[in-house]
């Protein structure tokens, strides 16, 4: 993974985006980005993210947190 966004990785088995949190018994722990439960992730599987999957997975944070009334 390159490009200043190594923290930032997709799952390859779901296509969800995650921040890479660690790495523990040969799988890669991934947050979502608005936070929550970690899951685990096998490094095969794991695809490096683009800054535009970022941006994207953003926006339909803020824009899930719109719609709820959350400021």
Same mark, same amino acid.
Do not use: F
């Given at each position: &993974?390159?490009?200043? /966004? !190594? %923290?930032?990785?997709?799952?390859?088995?779901?296509?969800? /985006?995650? !921040? $890479? &949190?660690?790495?523990?018994?040969?799988?890669?722990?991934?947050? =979502? /980005?608005?936070?929550?439960?970690? #899951?685990?992730?096998? =490094? !095969?599987?794991?695809?490096?993210?683009?800054?535009?999957?970022?941006?994207?997975?953003?926006?339909?944070?803020?824009? %899930? #947190?719109?719609?709820?009334? $959350?400021?």
């Amino acid at each position: &993974m390159t490009g200043g /966004l !190594e %923290r930032y990785a997709v799952d390859g088995r779901t296509g969800k /985006l995650g !921040e $890479v &949190m660690g790495h523990v018994g040969g799988q890669i722990q991934l947050r =979502p /980005l608005g936070g929550g439960r970690e #899951w685990d992730c096998p =490094p !095969e599987s794991v695809q490096p993210a683009t800054q535009d999957d970022v941006l994207r997975e953003r926006l339909r944070q803020l824009n %899930r #947190w719109s719609a709820s009334g $959350v400021t």
